[in-house]
């Protein structure tokens, strides 16, 4: 069992930055995959980013790559979203998930809102 508590959402401006925090209690946390999801008002969830047990491979959907950038640390039960160069359509509730493989997860956190003015 995996518990995810994100943190770090908020207001921000176009163009402006936030980085998402995900805090895990798991012993064997660096054991597991680890991947961001965001659901925009009216949307269905979508993939956003994931990255793999041993932060070897990381994954970025089309509409963030190169402005959003994915780590861990596995010594502080960690996960991370840095996000630059925010959009309008970046706003959403952005999710941390766990699971034994990139595309398979199987624990999410409850969300943090992230709202990206124009």
């Known amino acids: 069992q995996v518990q995810l508590v994100e943190s770090g959402g908020g207001l921000v401006q176009v163009g402006g930055s936030l980085r998402l925090s995900c805090a895990a209690s798991?012993?064997?946390?660096?054991?597991?995959?680890l991947g961001w999801f965001r659901q925009a008002p009216g949307k269905e969830r979508e993939f956003v980013a994931a990255q793999s047990w041993n932060g070897v491979s990381t994954y970025y959907a089309d509409s963030v790559k190169d402005r959003f950038t994915m780590s861990r640390d596995n010594a502080k039960n960690m996960v991370y979203l840095q996000m630059n160069s925010l959009r309008p359509e970046d706003t959403a509730v952005y999710y941390c998930?766990?699971?034994?493989?990139?595309?398979?997860?199987?624990?999410w956190g409850k969300g943090t809102l992230v709202t990206v003015s124009s």
């Open positions: 798991a012993a064997t946390f660096s054991n597991y995959a």
């Open positions: 998930a766990a699971g034994p493989t990139t595309s398979g997860m199987d624990y």
